[in-house]
């Protein structure tokens, strides 16, 4: 019997409640591709466990326009905008920002893997005790006057880029009761131009906080999900310095990573 969407009252819902509604749906899933169905490597847009995906989520077709047209008048990146130093979020108030610092590498790659060149990568993320530097950001955690938490690097020749910052922590928000985020790093690529731009979000692995974390269940595909999460690599430890982390975003193919649809904000 497929999967029925339950009334909907914001916030009020107990973990418990949001829980099952993520495991029906991920059944129903994992049903549909026993029967031959094609596996959901991205995210539903209409996913009733993530409370404001209900009223957001589109209900027309896209609207399809001509890219070079747009192109044509929207301002682009070259490499000599970004300096070197904006990929350490580290050094850029006067003393070091709290928490553990961490390096966080990888390349970016099309679905051939083929390195994806010379492109802007920028990165936002929360303190390490999960605050952002944001106005809807009111949330009882400390904001720390050494860091602001965003980045942004072009990829090298091979596709990669590297970032130091602090590990962010993880918040709650107001999706259900007790709702918490697991730690995450924003990412975004931009490609060419703005009407290319992508966007989606890094994990750290283990967290105890994804079975239950209605963004991250919203890809029904327990591979596809997977692979926004980062693994720990000691070689991209840097001694006596920082932790290291490795995240290849991949943009096309069956191995691409998901990413996400411009009305996602948490
Ligand atoms: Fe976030």
């Not at 009252?9 to 994992?30: H, M």
């Not at 979020?89 to 970016?108: A, D, F, N, Y």
């Not at 259900?176 to 990412?187: E, L, S």
């Amino acid at each position: 019997m497929p999967f029925e969407k339950p009334s909907v009252v914001p916030g009020r819902e107990t973990q418990g409640a949001v829980s099952t509604e993520i495991r029906d749906i991920e059944a129903d899933a994992a049903r549909r591709v026993r029967q031959g169905g094609a596996p959901e490597l991205h995210p539903r847009r209409d996913y009733p466990p993530y409370r404001s995906t209900v009223l957001r989520h589109p209900t027309h077709a896209l609207v399809r326009v001509d890219p070079e047209e747009v192109e044509r008048v929207s301002p682009a990146f070259g490499h000599t905008d970004v300096n070197e130093l904006e990929s350490d979020l580290t050094i850029q108030h006067g003393g070091e920002p709290l928490g553990e610092r961490m390096t966080v590498s990888g390349r970016v790659l099309d679905g051939e893997g083929r390195p994806v060149r010379h492109q802007l990568v920028e990165l936002w993320q929360a303190n390490a005790g999960g605050r952002y530097v944001h106005k809807r950001d009111q949330h009882p955690a400390p904001l720390d006057p050494n860091f602001t938490g965003v980045g942004r690097v072009i990829t090298g020749d091979n596709g990669e880029y590297k970032f130091t910052t602090v590990k962010p922590g993880a918040y709650p928000w107001k999706n259900h009761v007790n709702a918490w985020r697991p730690a995450h790093i924003h990412f975004s690529l931009f490609g060419n131009a703005f009407t290319q731009r992508l966007v989606t979000q890094m994990y750290f692995p283990g967290d105890p906080l994804f079975a239950l974390d209605p963004i991250y269940q919203s890809i029904a595909d327990p591979a596809a999900r997977a692979r926004l999460v980062g693994t720990y690599d000691h070689d991209v430890s840097v001694s006596q310095w920082s932790l290291g982390y490795r995240w290849d975003i991949v943009l096309t193919g069956p191995g691409a990573t998901w990413m996400e649809g411009e009305d996602a904000h948490d």
